[in-house]
């Protein structure tokens, strides 16, 4: 079965300093999707990123920057130069294209990030 | 674009009392999914719908929780005879095709006296 990890529970920074959010993923099929969501205090939950297996290009917009690696089933999240509104629970998320559809979501149990001045 | 709508945003009941949730999914959005959250945990998923169709239900969703998407346009979350455990964030989703992102809505906050 699948299984997501996000070994980190939470996260305090100074603003302007980056940042790491680690995910760690489990799966039997050799196609899959991750995908990462922020959840401010609003309570939802926001697109961020997606990638597929298939696709192991880094990727940067703006502040922020993922590092998609299969060799180690890993899936980590850069934000640059930390603002107070980055603040927020982060999750990292694995669907199966087996499971027939891209959207049915396994999520890891989230790293709160917390950006002080 | 109004994005996806669920009402109400907090409820309270009491245990042993029947709840229910609507959903308003993002417009040409043909596939509708269910989430359950608990404090301190990631979103759960309980159950989708391609159109007015239920295609697959999590285990975690027991006989007393039912869903429908009548016409394939809103979709409800019936909790019957509602238990402590029960209490979470509801949350609902939609996306366009199959292989799109979710757009979620802010959730319906359930809690069981």
């Known amino acids: 079965a699948q299984k997501v990890t996000q070994a980190q529970t939470e996260i305090s920074v100074v603003e302007k300093e980056d940042v790491t959010l680690d ?78 559809t891209a959207s049915k979501l396994t999520f890891g149990t989230g790293t709160r990030l917390q950006v002080t001045l | 674009d109004t994005g996806v709508s669920q009402d109400p945003r907090h409820k309270i009941t009491k245990r042993g009392q029947n709840v229910t949730f609507r959903c308003d999914p993002i417009s040409e959005h043909n596939r509708l999914y269910w989430y359950r959250q608990t404090l301190g945990q990631g979103p759960e998923f309980l159950t989708y719908f391609q159109n007015e169709a239920q295609l697959e239900k999590s285990r975690l969703l027991s006989d007393r929780f039912s869903a429908e998407r009548p016409k394939g346009s809103f979709s409800t979350l019936e909790i019957q005879r509602t238990e402590q455990g029960d209490s979470a964030m509801y949350l609902c989703a939609s996306s366009r095709t199959p292989y799109e992102k979710l757009f979620f809505g802010s959730g319906t906050q359930l809690s069981v006296l």
């Open chain 1, 23 to 100: 995910c760690v993923y489990e799966t039997r099929d050799t196609t899959y999707y991750l995908f990462w969501y922020k959840q401010p205090p609003s309570g939802e939950l926001v697109f961020l990123i997606r990638r597929n297996s298939f696709d192991e290009q880094n990727e940067i917009s703006g502040r922020y920057s993922w590092n998609f690696q299969k060799s180690t089933s890993s899936f980590n999240f850069t934000i640059t130069a930390s603002q107070v509104v980055d603040s927020a629970v982060y999750f990292c998320a694995l669907s199966e294209a087996g499971s027939g």
